[in-house]
T-cell receptor
């Protein structure tokens, strides 16, 4: 079975721009979660989707949004980028509830200049 | 929000030695998980222990859970250089749809 894939792997953007990150879960997994990892804040939960419905959202501003498609693939979007958005964005999939064993992708490294 | 806190923050040992890292958390949980992350890459699930379990084994890994003390420990026996990584504990949040991660323990295993 193919693992979780994330595209792009690396991204450099300028302050004020917007960015869209993509995640393809493991086949058969219907739950997709997104996490932001920074040296200062560590791993922080962004949101979780199951069957195209957002079931939970972390404590992030409205500039961070996401969606899930009928094939379980997910995208997250960050608008009006700030320097502090520079981070590793990790996507994870699981069979059911978002807190069960998660299978993580390699991440997208976003650098905002 | 950070729920778990790992201790120590960094650990350096030689191959063949055992490595123990601890995790403390604040609120009641349904389960606790341990993950490994090699430098700047995705996390790999190691083991999940449910709140009604006290100990679990997987290969060279042994995890204990003490819900009365709100703490867990991960023991890696006979460490190898390939075990060099950051190790995170994670607990489920109130919704059950998210994981709260600690800041991790950075383990260095030298040959």
């Amino acid at each position: 079975k193919a693992g979780v894939t994330q595209t792009p792997r690396y991204l450099i953007k300028t302050r004020g721009q917007q960015v869209t990150l993509s995640c393809s879960p493991i086949s058969g997994h219907r739950s997709v979660s997104w996490y932001q990892q920074t040296p200062g804040q560590g791993l922080q939960f962004l949101f979780e989707y199951f069957s195209e419905t957002q079931r939970n959202k972390g404590n992030f501003p409205g500039r961070f949004s996401g969606r899930q498609f009928s094939n379980s693939r997910s995208e997250m979007n960050v608008s009006t980028l700030e320097l502090g958005d520079s981070a590793l964005y990790l996507c994870a999939s699981s069979r059911g509830q978002g807190s069960y064993e998660q299978y993580f992708g390699p991440g997208t490294r976003l650098t905002v200049t | 929000s950070q729920q778990g806190e790992e201790d120590p923050q960094a650990l350096s040992i030689q191959e063949g030695e055992n490595a123990t890292m601890n995790c403390s958390y604040k609120t009641s949980i349904n389960n606790l998980q341990w993950y490994r992350q090699n430098s700047g890459r995705g996390l790999v699930h190691l083991i999940l222990i449910r709140s009604n379990e006290r100990e679990k084994h997987s290969g060279r890994l042994r995890v204990t859970l003490d819900t009365s003390k709100k703490s867990s420990s991960l023991l890696i026996t006979a460490s190898r250089a390939a075990d060099t990584a950051s190790y995170f504990c994670a607990t489920d949040d109130d919704s059950g749809y998210a994981l709260n991660f600690g800041k991790g323990t950075s383990l260095l295993v030298t040959p």
